[in-house]
């Protein structure tokens, strides 16, 4: 290796980050803090409305199969994983009912036209 100018500390520098907020990156992974912090500031949770910098990001998704940071919506945390009314100590069917999101459709469904509508509006505000 090193006759062709490769040393083991070269071969450790990488482009790509490793490690992201302590969980390994995977190839799959599409990563944006900006877009993130983005829905955090401009949007609020999307079941009672609260804008704030501490907003949870739910991946709708989850991240086992790679994490796509772009399919996310903003949840406070009380509706997100911090009370027995969030979206993670229950079924999606029990949270539906609860928070009275559209029938016709998944709380998935629903989470990802939420964040569609949010990716549209990033992406023009980018090119404006």
Known sequence: MEELGYSKASQLKDTRKKF?????????????????????ENFGCVIC???SKSNHIHHIDGRKFG??????????GMHHNLSKNSYHSMSDE????????????TVKGHFRKLATTYLAIFNKEKEE
């Open 94 to 105: 029990d949270f539906k009912m609860i928070h009275r999101l559209p029938r016709d459709m």
């Open 20 to 40: 992201h907020k302590g969980k390994r990156v995977k190839k799959c992974d599409l990563l944006n803090e900006d877009y993130k912090n983005w829905l955090r």
């Open 49 to 51: 409305g609260v804008v």
């Open 67 to 76: 994490t796509n940071d772009y399919m996310t919506v903003p949840l406070c």
